[in-house]
């Protein structure tokens, strides 16, 4: 079973930092995207930042300048560091892997359970 764990959300001061990490782990073949998805109560789901294996990132337009995103292709870990948060940061992050695994060798896309993030004075 292919499996995306978050960690490192929390409560944080505006203009704080946090890191947030996703681990991948299972009968993974190839990783080709991981990346961030937040949502806040009453808003969609939006992307936050994405990162390829190749090292390609992109980053919604709220986030960039703000976040970065990295990766640890040895590791099947991605990284998101958040500075200069603000309240309307404010969401549950998820974490998203775009990969092959076995015994499903076709490119599917999996998830995270989340981790909350409260950026809050």
């Known amino acids: 079973q292919v499996r995306l764990v978050e960690s490192g959300g929390g409560l944080v001061q505006p203009g704080g930092s946090l890191r947030l990490s996703c681990a991948a782990s299972?009968?993974?073949?190839?990783?080709?995207?991981m990346g961030w998805y937040r949502q806040a109560p009453g808003k969609q789901r939006e992307l936050v930042a994405s990162?390829?294996?190749?090292?390609?990132?992109n980053y919604g337009g709220s986030v960039k300048g703000r976040f970065t995103i990295s990766g640890d292709n040895a590791q099947n870990t991605v990284y998101l560091q958040m500075n200069s948060l603000k309240p309307e940061d404010t969401a549950v992050y998820y974490c998203?892997?775009?990969?092959?695994?076995?015994?499903?060798?076709?490119?599917?896309?999996?998830w995270g359970q989340g981790t909350q993030v409260t950026v809050s004075s």
């Open positions: 990162i390829t294996s190749g090292g390609m990132r």
């Open positions: 299972g009968s993974i073949l190839s990783i080709y995207t």
């Open positions: 998203n892997a775009k990969l092959s695994a076995q015994p499903i060798r076709a490119v599917g896309d999996y």
